[in-house]
């Protein structure tokens, strides 16, 4: 490096390096704004390349603390249903799939504030919740004791951009709740067999819905000919049906 240029760029972080330390005695301000305007004027081509540099860091940390937080937030599954055994074989079929479960029996209000809902508790008891803490949503169709159904709650959910999938005990309910908000939709008894089968992947709501409603539906037409036609049911379906019905036995005892 030239000797010219090689103490001109000593300058320059002697300046920078001023500028840390301003509080020091004698250094005043004002003679550290001199010093720097004077370092851009005598090396007008370094001075912008360390400029550049540190402002692309800057968008750099700004793009990274934004990928960071996006990748926190919604783990969570919101879980809207009234009858209490149905609510609590479905939580316990979401959390046997390791997903952690918030069970609400209804919903008071869901136009408050941006992904903001107020609700009933399993247990009778008024919660708050943000919408954002969740990746995904299974929503009743006739909600009793609440003052929004589920077809108010599903078009919440999609204006805060939070998919669900609507689990209503009859086609007709289903086909509103897809109409109304819902990404995909299952009868309740399909619905709990597609988890316990491992078809409701919550990444796939929100990417495919589609693809997910594919794999409902392929569930649903097993347990329809188990039903109907006597045709024996396979595999996971097999195990996943069974496992569900004994999920309901346990708490339609209690």
């Not at 020091?24 to 912008?48: C, F, R």
């Not at 969570?76 to 609590?88: A, I, R």
């Not at 209503?168 to 309740?188: C, F, M």
Request: hydrophobic share 40%.
């Amino acid at each position: 490096m030239e000797p010219q240029r090689k103490e001109g760029l000593e300058r320059k972080d002697q300046a920078f390096a001023n500028a840390e330390n301003a509080e020091e005695p004698g250094l005043s301000y004002l003679s550290i704004l001199q010093e720097k305007v004077k370092v851009v004027k005598e090396h007008p081509v370094e001075s912008a390349l360390a400029a550049t540099a540190l402002l692309g860091a800057g968008a750099f940390a700004k793009r990274a603390i934004g990928r960071y937080l996006a990748s926190g937030a919604g783990h969570g599954v919101l879980l809207v249903e009234d009858t209490p055994y149905t609510g609590k074989a479905l939580k316990a079929a979401l959390e046997l799939e390791g997903e952690q479960v918030t069970w609400l029996r209804g919903v008071k209000r869901a136009d408050g504030l941006p992904h903001q809902l107020k609700g009933i508790g399993a247990s009778g008891e008024e919660v708050l919740l943000d919408t954002r803490k969740f990746k995904g949503a299974l929503v009743d169709g006739e909600l009793e004791g609440s003052y929004l159904q589920g077809a108010h709650v599903v078009d919440a959910l999609k204006k805060g951009h939070l998919p669900s999938i609507g689990i209503s005990s009859d086609a007709e309910t289903n086909a509103l709740l897809r109409r109304t908000g819902a990404a995909a939709s299952a009868e309740k008894p399909t619905a709990l067999a597609a988890i316990l089968a491992h078809k409701v992947d919550f990444a796939l709501l929100k990417r495919n819905p589609a693809a997910l409603q594919r794999g409902m539906d392929g569930v649903g037409r097993e347990i329809s000919a188990y039903y109907k036609e006597r045709l024996p049911l396979q595999g996971d379906t097999a195990r996943a049906h069974e496992q569900g019905e004994m999920l309901l036995r346990r708490f339609l005892s209690e």
